[in-house]
């Protein structure tokens, strides 16, 4: 997997879009009734970026005690509206061991409560759950692109109590050196970490659920196993887990090169290879055998099990196609293949395949103003994405320095038999975790006693929740309604516990593009729905 390298530490917090640069104006007269909408959806932020609000009262926070007081984060710079219940910060992974600590936000949900927790991971490895946090699935977004916070009508937060997690060791705000050679060790730090965190706030007896997208399909395949086998449901009652776009099988190869020439040629009206590029891709695939591969593989039932399968450099259909990409489009992103330029401004600094931050803007997780907010640790610098390895082994399946099994081996089969509602889902518009090696590594696992799905997939998902985000712009458009439902944006399939989900027109972080649609994935793994 792509990491990004160090973002620059002089690009912390200088404060660019004060009010100076704001009331230069705009280049071009903004019509009365798109003017009168920006003042009114912006209208008490404009040059009063530093402002922030507070919670006022906090007498229905469910988790507010003398020991969770220390974590409390009352207020986010830039964030202009009531944050609610919000706990974030350290906690040890021994107790009494502040050399080796995970850093955690926990937002407790705004609807009914519910005795939950709701774990999510990113992936990398070494990339900070705070992407999530504050681009996927918070309560309060700062996407790519977007002036200021706003709140996430699509949020899990409405539906469970959520915890966001940076690890393992070495990643974003967690604290100590990496150490560990493998997925069962990382497993371990976590579900101590945990149970630390539950004690803390007073949590126990509560169903458990683990979620995560990318690598972190290894992370929460392996940390789920870790729960079952402590066999102590007073703190690791797992009853679900989902994995977006997630490195579940042999990811390099099977996920990520073998159905990467017939995913670009389908979408190539929005890529524009020319005609040798497509050929020179085509060669590739049909010399590696990746043609043969899917035609013998990628059917319902299972054929039979996969060969093992290993990246080689000749048979590097990905790393041509970004070549190519890339210069007929300096913006395409593998994250989300739709995306044209301008290269946006990312808060965190990592919008494309490129890490990019415009002269003089802050990372905000580098902010020392966010950081004090969020009791995090000031001894080190955030990055999206860790500079040095998580894993300190050498090789592994995946070539990470992480020596476990791929999760579809066993843990995976383990996690779905235990609590027969796991969900993995792959976004249609994935350049690096593609929708057809999601389903081949599927097709090589044995779960419930038998080997992959025996039907192709093929039930619709319809999107019927209408649009709450935009939904006041389109009515100020006279547009009211407009933005309703959204009808078929993906494919369903369930067998012997295990849904999988495929999501069109969504790219890699599936809650930041189709939230709609992952909204639907919770409440199924929550078990508050059946069917998607
Ligand atoms: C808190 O109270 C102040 C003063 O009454 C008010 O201006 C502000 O809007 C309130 N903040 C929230 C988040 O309700
Ligand atoms: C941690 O330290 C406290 C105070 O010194 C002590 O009471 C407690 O037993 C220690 N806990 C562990 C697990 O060592
Ligand atoms: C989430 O909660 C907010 C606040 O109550 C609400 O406005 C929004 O409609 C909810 N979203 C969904 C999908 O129910
Ligand atoms: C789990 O623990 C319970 C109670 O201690 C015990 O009865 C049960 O056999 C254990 N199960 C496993 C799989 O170890
Ligand atoms: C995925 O595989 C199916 C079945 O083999 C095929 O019809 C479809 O075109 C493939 N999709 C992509 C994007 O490669
Ligand atoms: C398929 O599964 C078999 C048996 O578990 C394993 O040996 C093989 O490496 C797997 N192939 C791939 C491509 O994952
Ligand atoms: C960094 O700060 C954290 C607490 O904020 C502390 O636990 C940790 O030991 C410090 N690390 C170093 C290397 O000083
Ligand atoms: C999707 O749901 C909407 C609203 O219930 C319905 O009108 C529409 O016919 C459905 N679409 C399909 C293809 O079933």
Redesign the pocket.
Known sequence: MLIQSLISATLVATGLLAEGVLAGGYHVPIPAKAQKRYENHYGAMLGKRASVAHTNSTKDFRYLTKKTKPYRVESLPDVNFDIGEMYSGLVPINSNDTSRQLFFIFQPTIGEPVDEVTIWLNGGPGCSSMEAFIQENGRFLWQPGTYLPTENPYSWVNLTNMLWVDQPIGTGFSVGTPTATSEEEIAQDFIKFFKNFQKLFGIKKYKIYVTGESYAGRYVSYISDAMINANDTDYYDLKGALIYDGVI??FDS?QMQVPAYPLLAENNNMLNFNSEQLAELEKIHTSCGFDKYIDKYLTFPASG?????KYTEECDVFDTALEYALAINPCWNIYEINQVCPLQWDILGFPTVLDYMPAGAPVYFQRKDVVKALHAPRNLTWTECSVNPVFVGSGGPQGEGDLSA?P??SVLPKVIEHTNRVLVSNGDYDFIIMTNGTLL?IQ?MTWNGHLGFTKRPSTPINITLVDLEYADVFAENGMAGVDGGQGIMGIQHYERGLMYAETYQSGHMQPEYQPRSSYRHLEWVLGRTEEL
């Open positions: 099988g042999a099977v099990l996969q060969p093992p399968m791929d579809i081996q590594s090589n």
